[in-house]
Structure formats: C-alpha cells, structure tokens
C-alpha cells in the first residue's frame, strides 16, 4: 500500500520536476567520487539528489552568495556526495536515514565554536574549536564552503559524508556514539568489536608518536571514529582496507557497497586516458578543521 503510493508520488514528482540531465552530467564531471559511478549507480543517485533538493533547504550564507554562484550542478554535486551513503539501499531506508535532516547550510569559511568538554577526570575543559562543519540531533548541518569545495575527490576528506555520517549517526540517539541503528544481518557485537579493535590500534599509533593510517581525528571521539571511517570508506577504500580490512568488509556490509570496485574502475579509465599522467591519490593530511 505505501509503497504504492510511494510509487504514485514519484511518478507525479518526475512530471512536476523533468529531471535536469545535462546539470547532473556536468555535476558528475566536476566531482570524482561521482564520476566514478556506473551508469545504473549515477541514474539512481542523480534522481535522489535531485528530490534531495526539493525535499531538504540548502541555503547559502549571505556573504557567500554576493560572491559565489552556487549553480544547480553544484547543489546536484552536493545533494549527490550526501545521498552517496545510502546508494545501496533501498528507497525507503534511504528517506527514513535522513527524516532528520531538514537543511544544509553552508558559511563562507571554516568556523568557531566554545567547546566544553569533561575529560577523564571529571575536569571541565572550555576551548575554540574551528571546525569544517557541524551537525546535530535535529538541527541543520552546517559546512563551510572550502571545505565543501575541498570535498569530492578519492583522497579521504570529505565534509559532506563527514556530516552524514553524523547524521546516521544520530537516527537513535541524541549524540553521536560511533552505533547507528544496525540492519538485522549485523550483530551489533560485531560491530562493537570490529570499531573498538581499529579505535584501540588509533590510540596505540598515538601513544607511540606515530601518525595512524586513516586521518587522526578518528582518534578523538567514538562518533568521529564512525564518521572518518565513513569519509575513508567512500573517498579512500583503498587506505581503510589496508590499514583495517575487518572494518571495510563490515561497512560494505552496512553500506551496501563497494567503493573500492569505483575507485579501481576510475583509475583504469584514468590510466587508460594518459599513460604518462600518475594516477595518485594521495591521503589529504591537510583537513585541519572538521567537526
Ligand atoms: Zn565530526
């Protein structure tokens, strides 16, 4: 029954929105992550980034918007990198994921907040945080604009399923703890110990002075364990399945998906296109302000 109306709505969505081919073409062609897509991939993401669109507020900062023109390809690009996550599964997991979203807001540059936070000790530590982005229970996720633009390409950065992942995240709680809500087929024992083995081995790394495989800032809370894991799994599965190869089968198993296969398919393209060009994809260490 609902599913039949589901199908009604999107029939009367496509005739009252034509979906807008040529913008998500150059969309894609901006945006690696998702020009590495296959055809089936791209059509079904294109179509929900664009309801995205209609369904959710992306709304620039003033400042912003007397100096950038924010294009419908780049809302497509943006709407695409969020609805990437829940690409392989199905429409209503997808619409249920993020039923908490409600806006995205994106501010001209990277910004502060006062932290306060109780460490180990029961100590309260209060400090300026700058950060990439921000999300919460119910309100708006925020981005800053370089960090959005910096978004995109196979080299583990990525604000947008940074964010996203946050929101999952909080589909069943009210903070992030590293445990969104699980599909039947994962044992959350099993994702419990698979999150603790990579967390214990982040913190080993540190304590030895050493810099760990996947962005450090996964060291530093559960919830941004979760969510870097996120941007590494989509933006750089061949890092994640080196360093943690238990970690990336289980998120392919929660995911639905395999980026690697992407990543691998875009590199022989790129191969295949200029044999003299290096196809690296270096690890941006650069991504100094997140959230
Ligand atoms: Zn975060």
């Known amino acids: 029954m609902f599913r039949r109306l589901r199908h009604w709505q ?3 969505f496509e005739r009252r929105h034509p979906f807008p081919h040529t913008d998500w073409a150059e969309a894609r062609s901006r945006v690696p992550l998702l020009a590495a897509l296959n055809d089936d991939d791209a059509q079904q993401l294109g179509q929900r980034a664009w309801r ?5 507020r992306v709304s620039l900062h003033k400042e912003l918007a007397k100096t950038t023109s924010f294009d419908l390809p780049a809302h497509l690009a943006l709407a695409a990198q969020i609805c990437l996550l829940t690409l392989g599964w199905d429409d209503d997991d997808h619409q249920e ?4 979203v409600h806006e995205v807001q994106i501010l001209p540059d990277a910004f502060q907040r006062q932290v306060e936070e109780m460490d180990e000790f029961g100590v309260m530590h209060e400090y300026v945080d700058e950060r990439a982005g921000e999300t919460s229970f119910q309100g708006p996720v925020v981005v800053s604009f370089p960090d959005l633009m910096g978004s995109g390409d196979w080299n583990g950065f990525n604000v947008l399923i940074h964010e996203f992942a ?10 992030v703890d590293g445990f969104p809500p699980l599909p039947r087929e994962i044992d959350p024992h099993e994702w419990h110990h698979i999150f603790t083995t990579v967390w214990e081995d982040l913190q080993a790394h540190l304590e030895r002075g050493e810099s760990p495989p996947i962005d450090d800032y996964a060291a530093t809370h559960p919830g941004e364990c979760f969510a870097v894991c996120c941007e590494h799994f989509f933006s750089a599965p061949d890092v994640l399945i080196k360093a943690y190869p238990a ?3 289980l998120l392919s198993r929660y995911f639905r998906q395999d980026p690697l296969l992407r990543l691998s398919h875009e590199a022989h393209a790129h191969a295949s296109l200029s044999a003299t060009e290096p196809t690296s994809h270096s690890h941006n260490s650069d991504a100094s302000s997140r959230d």
């Open 247 to 249: 970690l990336y089968a």
């Open 97 to 100: 994921a993020f039923a908490n």
């Open 10 to 12: 999107a029939r009367g």
């Open 166 to 175: 946050h929101k999952l995240d909080l589909g069943n709680a009210s903070d």
């Open 52 to 56: 995205f669109l209609h369904d959710k």
